[in-house]
């Protein structure tokens, strides 16, 4: 059988994924059909946005993962969208936040290594806008998406 890893992964995760209607209904004691319906519903209100997998990321090659403090330079400080919505299409990049307090925005990066970290870094800085960035590394990850990893 064909090794389709590297060609799923990254559409697992931008959403490409479903839920499990049967065992939601079955732990819920609901029909699936209404499991159905109201999935859909959630949806069309815009409360569920995608469906993704969630990774034991060591082992995607994707390891290397850090939280990336950034200030922003005054010129751009009323208007952090902007250079938010360049970051967030860096595929490393798994989250953004912008903030208050010390730091504008909290960046998490995946990479496989951290030399891969070092590039994206390097990229984030050449971004317009960013004066200073601060990382925090991560040694070991113990909940990802709601999910306890063991």
């Known amino acids: 059988m ?8 990254p559409l697992l995760k931008k959403g490409h ?3 499990k209607i049967a065992e939601l209904a079955k732990k819920l004691g609901e029909a699936s059909t209404t499991i159905h319906y109201n999935i859909k519903k959630l949806e069309k209100d815009g409360k569920i946005k995608a469906y993704k997998a969630v990774f034991d990321h060591s082992k995607i090659d994707e390891g290397f993962c850090a939280i990336a403090l950034l200030n922003l330079d005054s010129n751009v400080y ?4 902007t250079i938010v919505k360049k970051i967030a299409q860096y595929p490393e990049v798994e989250s953004i936040d912008i903030c208050t307090g ?4 909290v960046v998490k990066l995946r990479a496989k290594n951290q030399e891969d970290y070092m590039e994206s870094v390097k990229r984030i800085l050449a ?3 960013i004066i200073k960035i601060k990382s925090l590394i991560s ?3 113990i909940k990802n998406e709601f999910v306890v990893m063991k």
């Open 127 to 129: 971004q317009k806008g």
């Open 102 to 105: 010390d730091w504008e925005l």
């Open 139 to 141: 040694l070991r990850q």
């Open 2 to 9: 064909k090794n389709l890893e590297q060609k799923m992964l």
């Open 78 to 81: 009323g208007d952090p969208e």
């Open 17 to 19: 994924c479903t839920p």
